[in-house]
């Protein structure tokens, strides 16, 4: 049926929880004791004997009162005088989910009997009580088995008793005055037919009401008043639908007098000792009150209604302490609402049962409104009761309540308390670590307790009536929570401690309440989707990431103009520091150090997914860094000097008077030598710019492996989340440094071989024609010995080697430049190739440097143009001729069979390249060479 039995916990009660009656005023001056005892009157008329004997009296009084005859001693209602024994267990109760007493069993003591029992509950007086039995007796005095529903009760008494019967005058009046306004009520003003305004026997009755109200009516059987009273009373109590007259007497079953009667003798039931008890004789107490049905006009239906709201009454008005009177009223309308539905065109039930609902949900709805205060671990019983309350009033009333209302409105209510709880918690705390905690990062966790609570608690017991309960309240935990800390969010102009903490916890919530969304929803159609859906997500780990990648752009863009500042005023002097790197770069990397601490010190879980936005920005500097570093050094190109067209070597006699007249020794054709110590001042430059950029890259991989390091110590870091977090390893800036270090190398490299020795080489090494032998290599060689010192006690040694190789590439670079397109001042011999040959060997040996310097492979891998190129200067003239024709045939075709064509220069030297043979034919000092130049190309014999 319902529920039968609840915790020991209590609601609390609040300031409104005072209840009106729900049938109404009946607009008369009849008090709850008038009530009473009307319907004492009632219960002892409808249980008198209705036997074949006249009914006699015994007075429970010690004695008669004054002037009343003794009547012999028979008892009235073998059912009221019916002694109460020890019973078995109230069926009543049971149904109801009451407790019986504890001893189980009935005191000895007085009341004895049921009727004695009732009187007691009742409160009517042994006085009152033998008047009443008296005068039922006197009724009933000629009138052997008549029915209480053919006769009028109060109209009958009113002929009976007489001031006599009555210790005063005044207490006689009053009764008369009581049982007029009985008849007023449930003739005139509550009828159980409508009655016609105009209806004379009505306005007789109310004068003679009114009257009486002055002076006491004169209630003699055969009085002229009394009998217009009588025959007023019975036309308007034996009324029909149809308008003839019934058997039947309707004066106590109109709306709302019958169930305002009905409701007094109800009241029986309680203990009047223990006004939150039911007495245990329960049963035998309603046996005998169902026997007035037949006169209020009341039925099962209205009884449960009635019964109902007398529990629920009951309960609100005693404090709440006794539970088991809100079961009882549940369990009662349960049945009202069973009933109803087979219930049609009753307006006094539909009346009845709508008021009575309207009040029992209204007190439902304001423990439901806030369930979170009302409701607890002791006390969650009594919410299931609560709810059964509020439902099912709300059905009878033909009302939808909706469970979500309350839901949404109690989590509301609960979150406002836990946020101001809170808040003065933080205010009053005087632990300092308690304090560092941010505001919501508190209400979070606050949230998290109250979710479980709402899980254990009251979730269970509203899901009977609402299976999707926990998702709703979550849902509004989410929405309360989310529109906190969108306003949080809105304030957040960078990352920080507090801001990453807050957005932690509102993640960890938000994951907490979809999961227990979903674990709600799993047996619904959508598995939760449409509740999930609605719940706007918080994305808060895109906060934090857009956060994070904020403070990222913000470090990056500051080391992009800490490195542009300090590039501006970098001086690339090799005394700096011992490493003879840039202060520049130290300070670039140191601080690329701290910012990837400082990012792994952020209190996030994304380090493996937001590293790579990290190392592209740091990237990002280092290829600044490096690109503004080598900017302005030039390249290779920027000191190649430009290769002069083929002309034809200058035979001058001034010149070589001129050349005759200088000292043999080569040392006195240096134009300028470089002194030590002041020598290569740029160059010193060029190369702590290339150790800057290879310590750039050694410590890039220093970087990765701190980053790693910090990767594999992260809790929530797996292998994948290593590789993936380091994205491409400064993919940028590594692939930079190669290329600034190569490039500086050979810029350095060819910046002085051919700038800053150019005087050694193109000025002086074999100038002069047919005079090789006497301006041979050597000036170059010192020269250059001296910067490959300066080089080897600057450049850091894993450059070293490379830069070196490139100045020896330079170098051979040079020496070919010279013998291929030295200029129209220098001309061989087929002589001079020994010579030249020679002082190569001597160039290589310089860079090998008795097994010191570079490896015999790398200077023979290097060498290799040079020694292919040499022997076409120990050929013959017209070898070379025959050679140099058969080449352009083949480049050109047949056509340059007929007419050699002029190959261009390409600057890639080679013995099989045309140019390359037309250009030492060019530099060959003899007839054959004169004659085919100027038969073939019109080159002239004297320039």
Known sequence: ????????????????????????????????????????????????????????????????????????????????????????????????????????????????????????????????????????????????????????????????????????????ESWQRRNLRILEAGLLLHPHLPLDKNDANAQKLQQIINGASNKPLDAGKYSEQMQILRNSVLSLACRSKDGSSSEKCHWADGYPLNLRIYQSLLESCFDVNDETSVVEEVDE???????????????????????????????????????????????????????????????????????????????????????????????????????????????IMGKDVSLDDFIRSSVRSAFAQASLQAKNTKMSSTNQQQNLVPLLSIISQEITELVYAEKELYCPVLKRWNPRAAGVAVATYHACFGNELRTFVSNINELSPDAVQVLLAADKLERLLVRTAVEDSVDSEDGGKGLIQAMAPYEAENVIVGLVKSWISTRVDRLMEWVDRNLQQEVWNPKANKEQIAPSA??????????????????????????????????????????????GCGSRSTYIPTIPALTRCKKSSKFQGVFKKKEPSSRTLHKRKPQAGTMGGDIQQYCVRINTLQHIRSEMEALVKKAINHLRNSNTTHVDDINKGLGKKFELSVTASSEGIHQLCETTA???????????????????????????????????EQYLEVVSITVHDRARTRLITDIMKASFDGFLFVLLAGGPLRGFTRQDGDLIEEDFKFLKELFWSNGDGLPDDLIDKHSTTVKSVLPLFHMDSHSLIDQFRRFTVESYGSSAKSRLPLPPTSGQWSPIDPNTLLRVLCYRNDETATKFLKKTYHMPKKL
Not at 138 to 152: E, K, N
Not at 348 to 367: D, H, M, P, Q
Request: glycine residues 6%; charged residues 20%.
């Open 285 to 395: 107490v309603l046996e005998l009150v169902k026997r007035i049905w037949v006169v209020l006009g009341m039925n099962q239906l209205l009884h449960n209604l009635i019964f109902s709201w007398v529990f629920f009454n009951r309960y609100v008005s005693t404090g709440q302490v006794n539970n088991d009177l809100l079961i009882a009223a549940s369990n009662l309308l349960l049945e009202v609402e069973k009933g109803s539905k087979t219930t049609y065109d009753d307006s006094e039930f539909s009346r009845a049962s709508t008021s009575v609902s309207r009040l029992i949900l209204g007190w439902a709805e304001k423990r439901l409104v806030s369930y979170h205060d009302t409701f607890y671990s002791r006390n969650i019983g009594l919410m299931r009761i609560v709810v059964s309350l509020a439902v099912t009033s709300g059905k």
């Open 586 to 631: 130290v300070e670039v990397l140191r601080i690329m150090d701290e910012t990837i601490e400082a990012f792994f010190l952020l209190p996030i879980t994304k380090h493996p997914v937001l590293l790579p936005d990290l190392i592209s920005g740091l990237d990002l500097c280092l290829l600044d860094y490096i690109s503004k570093a080598k900017s």
């Open 750 to 784: 060819y910046k002085i071989v051919l700038h800053e020795l150019s005087h050694a080489l193109f000025e002086n090494l074999y100038v002069g024609i047919g005079e090789a032998s006497v301006s041979r290599i050597e000036p170059f060689l010192q020269d250059l």
């Open 1 to 172: 049926m319902g529920i039968t039995t609840t915790d020991d916990g209590h609601i609390p009660i609040l300031s409104s929880d005072h209840l009106s009656n729900p049938f109404s005023q009946l607009g008369l001056d009849l008090s709850d004791s008038d009530l009473r005892e009307t319907a004492y009157e009632l219960l002892v008329g409808a249980c008198r004997s209705t036997g074949g004997k006249p009914l006699t009296y015994i007075s429970q009084s010690q004695k008669a009162a004054p002037g009343v005859e003794r009547s012999p001693s028979l008892s009235i209602s073998p059912s009221l005088q019916r002694s109460l024994t020890l019973a078995a267990a109230s069926k009543v109760k049971k149904a109801l989910g009451l407790k019986s007493s504890k001893n189980g069993q009935v005191q000895t003591k007085k009341p004895v009997t049921v009727g004695e029992l009732i009187r007691v509950q009742m409160r009517i007086s042994e006085q009152t009580d033998s008047r009443i039995r008296r005068g039922h007796l006197r009724v009933s005095s000629g009138q052997l088995g008549r029915r209480i529903d053919t006769m009028v009760l109060p109209l009958e008494l009113l002929q009976q008793f007489k001031p006599s019967d009555f210790p005063n005058q005044r207490e006689y």
